[in-house]
């Protein structure tokens, strides 16, 4: 007999995926006055025992910057994930339930917003909002919620037509109250997965965004600042202010990927029984 | 006759495409003036300088908000810049100093076959290691190849781009370090050897982080396939693996994956940006970024109806593919 299935050790996996983005997240926050640190006796050295990230031109250690930088993208992808995951709730509930109007409006404002590359609308849209976190923030929630969108706008589709929405149309409940109180319940597990989903783009989006120049201000230490500094100092060969940053930001999003991919499957009934 | 009349389906099909194509082109210059507009960047004291803006008497600021037109109805000046969009008058680009159809000419060219063949090597690649990999669901290649996929989808392309650039350019000193051609040289003299050099580094980046979408979509494809029951009949009936992977699987999966390679333009689009800053190579990405820092708004608008302009050409072509070319879409919108 075996102990452990094929479950069980995905949810043991998923609990130390989350802490683990968890740990970073507040060691970020602890870090945050040493990543500010400036320090000209010991400038400029390769990584090294007690900093093991080394350290760059100023001084600081690129240890405590890498995790506060962390710590910042992490909150900005989940402050921004979480917005678009409302926008795209809504708008595909909206379309979806509310006639064929509404349905076309939404239907165009996805294909307009997807029609602009992502990258040149986050700028266009820092560019209104004149640069700075706000910028970011407002960027990101307003450019990532279109895929999704379609997906829930598909989703309600197919309820619409199932025997029980029927039944509560046919009862006398409005359409926004069948929506809202008989589909909602349904959509959770996706909407979900899809905003696990989504924080590894808000959170790459948001770092390039911010080393473009038009993200976070310099002297915040977030991911995308530190890596556009590091290239100034990259053909003088300096290359641990340029790769551990960014090595760290992968194995950030892939656990992000990883975790909404498990989640994704754990709440899949077909895949119940693995 | 019927022939005739599908022939007529068709021509309206494609014509409600391209109406539907203008539409949202018009959309999209209508929202990023709008977003440029309510931008507190001022182009008054971006042109004239804030100290002198602060030495001319009231009148004379009247008569300059008068020339520039910020004194009129954002509506208005949306019409009047896109009446002369339309006869290809783009304006004059504030920090190139010369017209922005001139300036978005010179770094298209740049980048377009950049794009063109990132796009070309990511779309082969990673349809073909796609192919690879659904075919062997759960073997090792698959899981290799996943991983790989994974991997590179939360990469951003511009770290991959600052490793390479550690690695081939200053580690190693195999290729040049940025730009698109080698510095000092005049125009005549660059040869096509030097432009080559000069776009590997940018092409590889972007290929192989542009590749993922294409690989995770046509391994799931493959999957569905060789789990079909034609296959299984088709196993039955004693046909090779390589067999049926030709001849029934890539058949089926080709044309979704050509439509979906089509709709990634903008992503290809937005990697070069990010790509093109970092080797400093001068096209039209770099440009965006820097008349978006400058406060350029000409060039900005101008790059940025262009570049919707392509990625709704990518789109058209994969709508039409898959209304005109896919026998069982056609049948499909005869029946209904």
């Known amino acids: 007999m075996k102990l452990w299935n094929g479950r069980k050790s995905m949810v043991c996996l998923l609990v130390l995926f989350i802490s683990l983005l968890a740990a970073v997240t507040i060691?970020?926050?602890?870090?945050?006055?040493?990543?500010?640190?400036?320090?000209?006796?010991?400038?400029?050295?390769?990584?090294?025992?007690?900093?093991p990230f080394g350290t760059d031109w100023m001084g600081r250690d690129m240890f405590?910057?890498?995790?506060?930088?962390?710590?910042?993208?992490?909150?900005?992808?989940?402050?921004?994930?979480?917005?678009?995951?409302?926008?795209?709730?809504?708008?595909?509930?909206?379309?979806?339930?509310?006639?064929?109007?509404?349905?076309?409006?939404?239907?165009?404002?996805?294909?307009?917003?997807?029609?602009?590359?992502?990258?040149?609308?986050?700028?266009?849209?820092?560019?209104?909002?004149?640069?700075?976190?706000?910028?970011?923030?407002?960027?990101?929630?307003?450019?990532?919620?279109?895929?999704?969108?379609?997906?829930?706008?598909?989703?309600?589709?197919?309820?619409?037509?199932?025997?029980?929405?029927?039944?509560?149309?046919?009862?006398?409940?409005?359409?926004?109250?069948?929506?809202?109180?008989?589909?909602?319940?349904?959509?959770?597990?996706?909407?979900?997965?899809?905003?696990?989903?989504?924080?590894?783009?808000?959170?790459?989006?948001?770092?390039?965004?911010?080393?473009l120049g038009f993200g976070l201000s310099s002297e915040q230490p977030a991911i995308g600042v530190i890596l556009s500094e590091s290239m100034k100092y990259l053909a003088m060969g300096k290359w641990w202010l340029a790769l551990f940053p960014g090595a760290f930001l992968v194995v950030v999003v892939l656990l992000f990927h990883l975790t909404g991919e498990m989640v994704g499957r754990l709440m899949d009934p077909g895949a119940l029984h693995q | 006759m019927k022939s005739r009349r599908s022939e007529g389906k068709i021509l309206r099909f494609l014509l409600k495409q391209i109406i539907r194509m203008a539409v949202l082109l018009f959309l999209v210059s209508a929202a990023a003036f709008f977003l440029v507009s309510v931008s507190p960047i001022d182009p008054l004291k971006v042109n004239v300088g804030q100290v002198a803006l602060g030495s001319m008497s009231q009148e004379q600021i009247a008569k300059l908000s008068e020339y520039w037109g910020t004194n009129l109805p954002p509506a208005e000046r949306f019409l009047s810049?896109?009446?002369?969009?339309?006869?290809?008058?783009?304006?004059?680009?504030?920090?190139?100093?010369?017209?922005?159809?001139?300036?978005?000419?010179?770094?298209?060219?740049?980048?377009?076959?950049?794009?063109?063949?990132?796009?070309?090597?990511s779309g082969g690649i990673g349809f073909a290691l796609g192919t690879l990999a659904g075919a062997n669901k759960g073997k090792a290649v698959d899981k290799v190849i996943s991983a790989y996929a994974l991997i590179t989808a939360s990469t951003p392309?511009?770290?991959?781009?600052?490793?390479?650039?550690?690695?081939f350019a200053v580690w190693l000193k195999m290729l040049p370090i940025g730009l698109s051609v080698p510095i000092g040289m005049e125009a005549a003299e660059v040869t096509l050897k030097d432009r080559v050099v000069h776009g590997i580094l940018p092409c590889l980046t972007l290929s192989i982080t542009g590749?993922?979408?294409?690989?995770?979509?046509?391994?799931?494809k493959m999957i569905q396939v060789m789990e079909s029951d034609y296959v299984l009949f088709a196993r039955a009936r004693g046909e090779s693996k390589s067999r049926i992977v030709f001849r029934h699987g890539i058949r089926n999966i080709l044309l979704p994956a050509l439509t979906l390679q089509l709709a990634s333009v903008s992503e290809i689009f937005g990697g070069s940006v990010l790509v093109e800053q970092v080797f400093s190579y001068p096209g039209l990405g770099q440009a965006a970024v820097t008349a978006g820092l400058g406060g350029d708004i000409p060039l900005l608008l101008g790059i940025t109806v262009i570049s919707a302009a392509i990625v709704f050409t990518g789109n058209f072509i994969?709508?039409?593919?898959?209304?005109?070319?896919?026998?069982r879409m056609r049948k499909g919108r005869k029946v209904a």
């Open chain 2, 211 to 220: 590749m993922s979408n294409i690989l995770l979509h046509t391994r799931g």
């Open chain 1, 64 to 211: 405590a910057r890498t995790l506060t930088g962390l710590s910042m993208s992490i909150r900005i992808g989940l402050l921004t994930a979480a917005v678009s995951t409302t926008f795209a709730f809504l708008l595909g509930l909206f379309a979806a339930s509310m006639g064929k109007a509404a349905d076309g409006l939404v239907v165009g404002l996805i294909d307009l917003v997807m029609g602009i590359p992502h990258i040149l609308l986050l700028v266009l849209i820092s560019f209104a909002l004149g640069k700075g976190f706000k910028g970011v923030v407002v960027g990101i929630s307003l450019t990532h919620w279109t895929s999704l969108a379609r997906l829930i706008r598909g989703e309600v589709l197919q309820l619409k037509e199932s025997q029980y929405i029927k039944i509560a149309r046919k009862l006398g409940h409005g359409g926004f109250e069948t929506a809202l109180k008989h589909m909602t319940p349904h959509l959770i597990p996706q909407l979900l997965v899809g905003l696990v989903l989504l924080f590894p783009h808000a959170i790459l989006h948001e770092a390039s965004i911010t080393f």
């Open chain 1, 27 to 51: 060691a970020g926050q602890l870090y945050k006055t040493e990543a500010l640190v400036t320090d000209f006796s010991r400038k400029n050295m390769p990584p090294c025992f007690s900093h």
């Open chain 2, 81 to 121: 810049w896109a009446g002369d969009f339309l006869k290809g008058d783009m304006g004059t680009s504030l920090l190139y100093r010369q017209p922005v159809s001139h300036v978005i000419g010179m770094k298209l060219s740049n980048s377009l076959w950049l794009m063109a063949v990132s796009w070309l090597v």
């Open chain 2, 157 to 167: 392309a511009f770290w991959l781009a600052l490793v390479f650039l550690m690695v």
């Open chain 2, 318 to 327: 994969a709508n039409v593919l898959y209304g005109v070319v896919d026998p």
